[in-house]
C-alpha cells in the first residue's frame, strides 16, 4: 500500500477562520482561474485518520469514501462546501489530491484522444483503445456469439433495470448451447459502481480472450472444456451509462475556448456511483435519473455493493438513500442484485471475482472484523476457508502485484457481492480493485492492468482471473456428486435456509440442475452442502496479560518538540504491540511509533493523534522483532509529565465450534417427474457417490 506523504496537518483554529470558499480556493490553486470561482470543484482528498476511531467518524460522515485506504488516510470524494463543513465539524483533516475531478476528467479524455488517434489497435484481447459506451458492450457480447457460437452464448439476466434496460452477459464454454453437464462455474463481473469503468473493460476483454483463444492454446481450451464462464461486465447499466456518457462529454479545448465553463464546474453524472433508485420502491421516469445530478453527481441511489442480503444493514451500510453506502429499502430490493443473486442461485459458481476500482488490492471476505459481534450473538470469525480463500488470493496477487488482503482491513462493509454469496453458496468470492489511483485512468492503464506491465508484464489481471478460473475448475477446492443415472435424465439440486442479515433473515434458495449424458455416468461440480456460516470459524481474542510490558515516566516538552522512547521487540510471532499516552492536562499530546530500519532510518508504522483531551493509543499488528521510537509529540499541551506505556500481547484463537450439517436434496427426474428423492451431505474436497438405483429401476 503506498503510504501518503503526509504535509503539514492544518490547524484546526486556522480553519475555523477561514470560509470554506476560501481554504476549497486555496485548496485548488491548480485549477483554472475560471473554472472554480463559486462552483466548489468536485475533488478528491486524502483524510487522515491515524486511528480506527477517526476512520469510524469518517465513515459516520456519509461522505463518498474510496478503497483507498491505509494506516492512517482515507480518500474520500468531496462533492460539496457542505461535506467539506462535515469533515471541518468533525475535526478531520485533509490534503487535496485531485483539486478539479471535472478538469482531471477532461484531462484524461485528451490522454485518452490522443493515445486512440496513434494507435491503430492495443494489445488487449480486443484491440481497443479506448473506453466502451454501454452500446459497445452489448454489442461485443454479441459479435463474440456470433463468432462463435458453439463456445458463446449470449444471455439475459431476469430483472430489467430501473430505467427498463436488459442487463446482458456472456456464458462461454464447450457445447455451451447444450444443457449443462454438471461443470463448474466461474462467474466474472464488472460495474456494480457506475464510475469504475475499468471494472467492465477488464471483465469483457477477459471474455475475449477466452473466446478468441480456444482452440489456439491449450491452457485456455482446457479451462473451457471443464468450466463454464460467465461474464457479466456491466452489472448495473442505468447507473454505467449516466457516468460513461458525461465523462466522455468533458472536452479540454473547450475550456479554452471558453464555452462549458458552468459544465467543468460539475461533473454531471461522471463519478456517480450508484443505482437509479431516487426513491425507494419508485422506478424513476424518463431522464429523471440523468437529470438527478446533484453536485458531482452521486447524490440518490442505492449502492448495489450494499443491497446484497448477507448480513444486510450492518456495519459500512447506511440507512440514508443520500448516503454513498445506501443499502437500500430492504435486502435484495434491487434489480441489479436480484438479477446476480438469481444468477448465483442457479448455478454452482466455485469460484466468482467481482471487480470494482481502485487501489490495487484482492479482497476476501469477510467484510466486517473477526471480533464484531454478528447476528447470532457470536464473533462473525474468519470465514471457515479462510486458508484456502488467503492462499488463492495471494497467488493471484503475485500476478498482478496487488495487495492481499481481507476486506475489512480498509473498512467496514456490509450486504457486498462476497458477503452473501461465500456465506449463501459456499463459493470463493473476491472484490479486486483495480488500478493504482483513480477511478478511471487513462487508457493506457487499463492495457497495462489487463496485460501486467513493469515486474508484472505478461501476467497482469489477465493471469490473476486465469488463476481464478483454475480454482473455480479444482475439485479438491469444491464438491463432486458422482454416481449413475438413467441417460437423458435431469438431476436436481436444491437447498433451502436462511440468510441472516444484519437484524433478521431472509429465505434463500439454491436449486440447480444437470442432465445426464449418455453413458449414464455423471460428476457434477458443486458447492459444500454445508454453508461455511453455520461450520466453525476462528477469531482470536487478546490475552489477558501483556507478555511484557515497558512503562516511561516522561517530563514537560516543550510545545511543537518531541521527546523519543526506545523499545524492542526480541523475538518474532508476537500478535500485537500496544502502544499508549496518557497525561493529566486537559489539552493535546500527540503519540508515533516507527521502527528503526538497518540503516537507522525511522518508517512509521502506527500514529495516534486524538483531538485535544483524547488520550492516545496506536497499535501495531504483528511487530516484527527490532527497534522501535516512541514519539510523543507536544501539539498544544502544558503538561509537566505523562505516563507513556508499550506492551507486547498475543491472541488466543478461539473458535466458534460448528453447529450444523446441512445438506442438499437431490431428485432424478423424467419429463419433470420426480422419480426419485435423497439427501446429500458433501464437504468440499469431497466426491460423494449418489445412488440413484431406484431411478434407474422406474425410468
Ligand atoms: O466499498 C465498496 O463497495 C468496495 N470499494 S469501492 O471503492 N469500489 O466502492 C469494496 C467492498 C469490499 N471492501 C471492504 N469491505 N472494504
Ligand atoms: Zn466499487
Redesign the pocket.
Known sequence: MPMKSRSVRVALTALAAASLLTVAAIDTGQAPARAATADFPVQLVTVDTSTRADKELLQSLGLD????AGHDYIEVVLHSPAEAAALHAAGLTWDVRIPNLALHTAKVNEINERYAARTERSPLPSGRTGYRTLADYNADMHKLATMRPGIAREITLPHRTLEGKLVHGLAIGRDVREPRDGRPVFLIMGL??AR?WPSGELTMEFAYDLVTNYGKRDRITNLLNRSRVIVVPVTNPDGFQKSVNDGMLLDLREVDDGGTVSLLGSPGNVYK?KNCRLLDGQRPVANECALAASPGGFGLGV?T??NYGGLWGGP?AASEPADP?YRGAAPFSEPETQNIRELVSHRQVTTLITN????NLV?RPN?VKPDTIGPDGEPIGQPHDEAAMKALGARMAAQNGYQNLH???????TG?TEDWSYNATGGYGY?F?IGESEFHPPYPEVVDEYLGAGKYAGRGNREAYLVALENAVNQEQHSVIAGKAPAGATLRLTKSFATSTWNSSISDTIETTMRVGDSGGFRWHVNPSTRPMVMDRQYEVLADEPIRSKTYNGTFIAPTQHTDHTFTVKRSGVDLLDVTLDWPTPDDLDLKVFYREQDGSLTEVASSEQFVNEKERALVEAPKPGGYVFRVINYASASPSYTLTGSLYDTEPKTVPRQLIENYTLTCEKNGKILQQIPVVVDRGQVVKADLSRCRARW
Request: aromatic share 10%; no cysteine; net charge negative.
Open positions: 469514501m474510496t478503497e483507498h456494480h459502481h469504475e456511483r449502492d455493493n450494499r459500512g453506502t470494482h476500482t481502485y487501489s479482497l467484510g476486506s475489512w482491513e480498509l473498512y467496514d462493509t457486498t472484490t480493485e
